[in-house]
């Protein structure tokens, strides 16, 4: 298997632009994560679907963020518009069980 | 690689010799907890898990032990290798599965 793939590995972008980040998870999971890692807070969970639904939303951090997963998969997270401190590794993991997660290499986001 | 805190603690630890890093969790309701490796530029990488109702699981060469009375976590690696050094954080799982992380443990390996 190979493992949970997201794209890009890194992206550079402007403030106020469209960022789209992708996942594939691992196929025969069921649930997926989409966490953030900064230096200041270390990883959160920003959002769980379980069987394509989302589950719990909580962590997102405000409206500018959002995620789908339009089938079994594929995930997106987009942020519209992008700030500087939304500059962080996002990582996307899944799951067979909503327990043990496999992560991702993650997406280096950096907003200039 | 992805820093994890601004001032994590760091083990320092001589090649061949054994490691332990501990985690304290916060949730007293928490019934299953998982040790993740993390090496620079990487993902978290599963390592070793561990359910309440045990205090003590085995894996190649990592040990996880529970103590559910004072919510403390560790993970003992033997004979521990140059391969070893990265950061190793810990997570608890709960409500609505949710795994929530520590702020993680750098462990260097000197040769």
């Known amino acids: 298997d190979a493992g949970v793939i997201q794209s890009p590995r890194h992206e550079v972008t402007e403030m106020g632009q469209e960022v789209t980040l992708r996942c594939k998870p691992i196929?025969?999971?069921?649930?997926l994560f989409w966490y953030r890692q900064t230096m200041m807070r270390g990883l959160e969970l920003l959002i769980y679907?379980?069987?394509?639904?989302?589950?719990?939303d909580s962590g997102m951090p405000e409206d500018r963020f959002s995620a789908k997963m339009p089938n079994a998969s594929f995930s997106t997270l987009k942020i519209q518009p992008s700030e500087p401190r939304d500059s962080a590794v996002y990582f996307c993991?899944?799951?067979?069980?909503?327990?043990?997660?496999?992560f991702g290499q993650g997406t280096r986001l950096t907003v200039v | 690689g992805e820093s994890v805190g601004l001032h994590l603690p760091t083990l320092s630890v001589q090649e061949g010799d054994n490691s332990i890093i501990n985690c304290a969790y916060s949730?007293?309701?928490?019934?299953?907890f998982i040790w993740y490796k993390q090496e620079s530029g990487k993902g978290p990488q599963f390592i070793i898990d561990?359910?309440?109702?045990?205090d003590k699981r085995q894996g190649q060469r990592v040990t996880v032990l529970l103590n559910k009375t004072v919510k403390h976590l560790s993970l003992q690696i033997a004979a521990t290798q140059p391969g070893d050094s990265a950061v190793y954080f810990c997570?608890?799982?709960?409500?609505?599965?949710?795994?929530?992380f520590g702020k993680g443990n750098q462990v260097v390996v000197i040769p």
């Open positions: 993991a899944s799951s067979p069980s909503g327990e043990k997660a496999f």
């Open positions: 196929s025969g999971h069921n649930s």
């Open positions: 679907f379980n069987n394509n639904v989302p589950i719990d």
């Open positions: 949730n007293s309701a928490s019934d299953y």
């Open positions: 561990i359910r309440s109702n045990m």
């Open positions: 997570a608890e799982l709960y409500g609505n599965n949710r795994l929530a």
